[in-house]
């Protein structure tokens, strides 16, 4: 039977913590780990050489393995846990979001060149108090063409001029519907802008489409005068085309009008000296207009010797290929992005 040597158990611990020292990776730990508490490892044969004790010492010798094993297996425990921790802060670091990088960004849309230019002209009227109205595009031919002092058998109202779904509904041709709409529920005074959608039998050119878009205009108030509607109109066409725009009325015909006019602005091409654009004239047509007819504010419950006012229409298509230079109207239907992204 063997003596106990306690002194081989502190070169174990010795040459424990030598090779603890060294480990710096899972790899080198699981080495450590399988030499001192493997099935061959250090401690095992110790625990292995207890039988060739002698029986008195055992306890003692035992005692010193167990303690042996426990200080070596707490100091691994607190190795593997600072190596665990050193690799989740080396994957932390090295998962970090730098936020110095710039972003991917989101590719933004834009508003529609012809949205754009109703917007803007939404905001002059509202900055002169006008409020929004609006009407629908399937319209009674009632409010297209009867209240609005269109007889039977005017032109317009051809099939040719008018798409209808029966014989009492259209699409609207026009926006000045919207004016029957807003009289007939409401009293003046009545300051409104309507933009929308028109449609109209035409084929495509560069110049028409059949489906396009206005904004009427209908102000109807005690003492309104054919002055208001000039100085208004004057205001609208410098606040869309510049200050140095003039604006010149030529007599016209509309039958919801009294006395009616087609107005030109200066030609935002040559401004005023004449070029294709204004086919020599130094003005351009952009609106019709006038008082509005006392028989349309009889239709519509409004008293014409307490009451006058004025209307006009406005074509968006055509404000916006001037303000723009846009030569063909049907770009703006063909949603071809290399032109609509020009408009950010
Ligand atoms: N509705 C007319 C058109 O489409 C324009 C207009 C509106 C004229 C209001 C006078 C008053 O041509």
Known sequence: MEQIDLSKLEVIAAKYFAQAAEVHDTAALETLRLAFFGKNGDIKQLQKGLGSVVAELRPQYGQAINELKTKLESDFVALKDKLEQAAHRAKQASEQIDINLPAKGTELGTLHP??????????????????????????WVKNNFDLLNIPEGHPSREFSDTFYLNDKICLRTQTSPVQIRVMQNRKPPIYIICPGKVYRPDTADATHSPVFHQVEGLVV????????????????AKALFGANTEIRLRPHHFPFTEPSCEVDVTCWK???????????????????????????????????????GFAFGIGAERVCMAHYDIADIRYFSENNLRFLAQFK
């Open 270 to 308: 040559c401004h005023g000296s004449g070029c294709p654009t204004c086919k020599g004239e130094g003005f351009v047509e952009v609106l019709g207009a006038g008082m509005v007819h006392p028989k349309v504010l009889k239709n519509c419950g409004i008293d014409p010797d307490v009451y006058s």
């Open 114 to 139: 012809i949205t754009k230019t109703i917007q803007d002209m939404e905001h002059i009227f509202i900055g002169l108090g006008y409020e929004i109205a609006e009407g629908p595009e399937i319209e």
């Open 221 to 236: 108030d005690k003492g309104i005068r054919m002055s208001d509607l000039v100085g208004t109109l004057k205001y609208m």
